[in-house]
């Protein structure tokens, strides 16, 4: 079984800035790619930014150049730093890990999620 847990979501004003948490925990061989989505009212779960194993980055349009998503290999954690935050970055944000298990057949993907942390920037 894998957990992840987020934290660092909370109340800012606009221009503000927040650092997003992501812990995985239990039985795996390794993590792969690591990302983070966020999640409006009445709107699909859409990709922030994303971070390979070995560094390698991705990120939306929309936050380019105001978020930075890294990650630390030797506590399996992924950190979304949020810079310049505006009123429309109000969401739900989820931790996204794809993780390799060893199953009956061999080694295998999954993809977990953490439970979601809300993320509300006032103007």
């Known amino acids: 079984q894998v957990q992840l847990v987020e934290s660092g979501g909370g109340l800012v004003q606009a221009g503000g800035s927040l650092r997003l948490s992501c812990a995985a925990s239990?039985?795996?061989?390794?993590?792969?790619?690591m990302g983070w989505y966020l999640q409006a009212p009445g709107k699909q779960r859409e990709l922030v930014a994303s971070i390979t194993s070995g560094g390698s980055t991705n990120y939306a349009d929309s936050v380019k150049g105001r978020f930075t998503i890294s990650r630390d290999n030797a506590k399996n954690t992924v950190y979304l730093q949020m810079n310049s935050l505006k009123p429309e970055d109000t969401a739900v944000y989820y931790c996204?890990?794809?993780?390799?298990?060893?199953?009956?057949?061999?080694?295998?993907?999954?993809?977990?999620w953490g439970q979601g942390t809300q993320v509300t920037v006032s103007s």
């Open positions: 996204n890990s794809r993780i390799a298990q060893y199953r009956a057949w061999g080694l295998d993907e999954y993809d977990y």
């Open positions: 239990g039985s795996f061989l390794r993590i792969n790619a």
